[in-house]
């Protein structure tokens, strides 16, 4: 089957650094995306990875390691309204569909 | 980022009636876009691809005679709930399919919120 994986929750303080694992197991992998939703919003384009390594978005940078099948999120300096769900999403290619992970809430605290 | 419209942002209905749900790709000509529900604090589910100019395909467990979907253009699909019931209320989100640069991203629409009494 394919599937992604993420941590559930992720609890952090203003200020600080968190990292956002994902890891996947896909029959066929184009991109890794991630996306980010607010309570009773949609959910918004964050980045993308098509190739290996770090790409920086402001305080957002995401990381793809296609060999080990991983990626991450960064996020920096972070404030009180980055509290949200984020979710990663592989395109596997050959169909369009992208295959998302079941999110992780972050908390962040003053 | 490109914009996506989606309307109505929230709609309620007795049961047994149906809802038209539209969205719309304002600055981009989308050949795909996707119909997504979700429940509450869950990932997003996706119900079908909506192709410009074709059927759509539907997941599985996914009834197309209860969710009508129609991609008339490059910038607007729709989804008819047909024939509405309490359990189909839900968060109904809808995205538009982009590629550019090499880049395959999604962007979605602010979602509607359907209450079935």
């Known amino acids: 089957g394919q599937s992604l994986e993420q941590p559930s929750e992720v609890t952090a303080v203003e200020g600080a650094i968190v990292q956002i694992n994902c890891t996947y197991q896909t029959s066929g992998f184009y991109g890794l995306s991630w996306y980010q939703q607010h309570d009773g919003g949609a959910p918004t384009f964050l980045s993308y990875n098509a190739l290996d390594g770090l790409e920086e978005t402001g305080r957002f940078s995401s990381f793809l390691s296609r060999s080990d099948s991983y990626g991450y999120l960064l996020l920096q300096e972070l404030q009180m309204k980055d509290s949200a769900s984020y979710f990663c999403?592989?395109?596997?290619?050959?169909?369009?569909?992208?295959?998302w992970g079941l999110g992780t809430s972050l908390a962040v605290n003053p | 980022g490109a914009v996506v419209s989606q309307h109505p942002s929230r709609v309620i209905c007795k049961s047994g009636t149906s809802v038209k749900i539209e969205c719309r790709s304002l600055?981009?000509?989308?050949?795909?876009m996707f119909w997504y529900r979700q429940f509450p604090k869950k990932s997003l589910m996706l119900m079908a691809t909506s192709n410009e100019g074709s059927k759509a395909t539907y997941e599985q467990g996914v009834e197309k005679d209860k969710f009508l979907i129609n991609h008339a253009s490059l910038t607007l699909s729709t989804l008819t709930v047909t024939s509405a019931h309490p359990e189909d209320s839900s968060f109904y989100i809808c995205?538009?399919?982009?590629?550019?640069?090499?880049?395959?991203?999604?962007?979605f629409g602010p979602g509607t919120r359907l209450l079935v009494l």
């Open positions: 600055d981009f000509q989308a050949t795909t």
């Open positions: 995205s538009a399919r982009r590629i550019a640069g090499g880049r395959e991203t999604q962007y």
């Open positions: 999403a592989v395109s596997p290619g050959n169909n369009r569909k992208l295959i």
